[in-house]
């Protein structure tokens, strides 16, 4: 069992999504979804690392047809326990062969980017997606943010002297996190080179949870109506350039060359 499978065993990503910090990535990431299906129904769907299907059940509840990827067993396990009509498999992003090519009219990428370490792999799986998804589909790819993992675990958590001596980080403070950190740490000029060099035109680059990471406790004590027009304030702003690489995950909307 690879550190990651373990990782994931006792970590509940759809419990992460369902607190209150949380809910503001999983509802925006379904906003810009939702746009992308634009009122559309029986489109094919391949939600790659979908976990334990956060997104991949309410999806197929939409009348699409949802297959679902996933490394890790026990995220799988659960999945399929669900009992919905997502078709749920074991897979790696890396590799997509065992699907058509120009076969989806969406591809989700909203785990797998977030453990690539380097900027090859993460573009093989751009690439990928790119081969599967049909021309004028959409590709929607997660990153954990830079900036955020400096403030939180460096500066609020007290560990950024450790980070600097060790070389966790670099003079100018990007992140050189690897496998033993779990998670990788991006700039949004990685993810402007990574779109680049895959061939892929962007649709919209989106801060899927801007502030909310920084402001757990403040969001978890919001009455309903205080959450409300947070996420107004929030849909307003987030896809603003000069808040994009402070949030902690951004959401890269992508789209694949040619017409239907």
Same mark, same amino acid.
Not at 26 to 45: A, H, V
Not at 47 to 62: E, K, M, N, W
Not at 85 to 92: D, E, F, W
Not at 145 to 168: D, P, W
């Given at each position: 069992?690879? =550190?990651?499978?373990?990782?994931?065993?006792?970590?509940?990503?759809?419990?992460?999504?369902?607190?209150?910090?949380?809910?503001?990535? /999983?509802?925006?990431?379904?906003?810009?979804?939702?746009?992308?299906?634009?009122?559309?129904?029986?489109?094919?769907? #391949?939600?790659?690392?979908?976990?334990?299907?956060?997104?991949?059940?309410?999806?197929?509840?939409?009348? &699409?047809?949802?297959?679902?990827?996933?490394?890790? +067993?026990? +995220?799988?396990?659960?999945?399929?326990?669900?009992?919905?009509?997502?078709?749920?498999?074991?897979?790696?992003?890396?590799?997509?062969?065992?699907?058509?090519?120009?076969? $989806?009219?969406?591809?989700?990428?909203? @785990?797998? #980017?977030?453990?690539? $370490?380097?900027?090859?792999?993460?573009?093989?799986?751009?690439?990928?997606?790119?081969?599967?998804?049909?021309?004028?589909?959409?590709?929607?790819?997660?990153?954990?943010?830079?900036?955020? *993992?400096? #403030?939180?675990?460096? $500066?609020?958590?007290? &560990?950024?002297?450790?980070?600097?001596? *060790?070389?966790?980080?670099?003079?100018?403070?990007?992140?050189?996190?690897?496998?033993?950190?779990?998670?990788?740490?991006?700039?949004?000029?990685?993810?402007?080179?990574?779109?680049?060099?895959?061939?892929?035109?962007?649709?919209?680059?989106?801060?899927?949870? @801007?502030?909310?990471?920084?402001?757990?406790?403040?969001? =978890?004590?919001?009455?309903?109506?205080?959450? *409300?027009? $947070?996420?107004?304030? &929030? /849909?307003?702003?987030?896809?603003?350039?000069?808040?994009?690489?402070? *949030?902690? &995950?951004?959401?890269?909307? #992508?789209?694949?060359?040619?017409?239907?």
């Amino acid at each position: 069992m690879t =550190k990651l499978e373990e990782y994931y065993n006792k970590f509940n990503e759809e419990k992460r999504l369902l607190r209150p910090y949380g809910r503001v990535e /999983y509802l925006t990431t379904m906003k810009y979804i939702e746009e992308g299906i634009s009122g559309r129904e029986g489109l094919k769907i #391949l939600d790659v690392g979908a976990g334990t299907g956060r997104y991949a059940v309410p999806l197929s509840q939409l009348s &699409h047809e949802v297959t679902a990827v996933e490394l890790v +067993n026990y +995220n799988l396990g659960i999945l399929k326990k669900k009992g919905s009509s997502v078709i749920a498999r074991r897979g790696n992003a890396l590799n997509l062969s065992k699907y058509p090519s120009d076969y $989806f009219d969406i591809i989700l990428e909203l @785990g797998p #980017l977030y453990h690539l $370490f380097s900027f090859e792999d993460k573009l093989q799986v751009l690439k990928e997606a790119k081969r599967v998804v049909k021309p004028g589909g959409l590709i929607y790819c997660a990153y954990c943010m830079n900036e955020y *993992s400096v #403030l939180t675990y460096g $500066f609020k958590e007290g &560990h950024i002297r450790e980070s600097m001596e *060790s070389g966790l980080y670099t003079a100018d403070f990007q992140s050189l996190s690897t496998e033993e950190n779990l998670y990788s740490y991006v700039r949004i000029e990685e993810i402007q080179a990574l779109s680049k060099a895959a061939g892929l035109e962007r649709v919209k680059l989106v801060a899927s949870d @801007g502030p909310a990471n920084y402001m757990r406790q403040v969001i =978890k004590e919001m009455d309903p109506e205080t959450f *409300s027009l $947070f996420m107004d304030y &929030h /849909y307003a702003t987030c896809e603003r350039p000069e808040l994009l690489g402070a *949030s902690g &995950h951004t959401l890269d909307i #992508l789209k694949k060359d040619g017409c239907r």
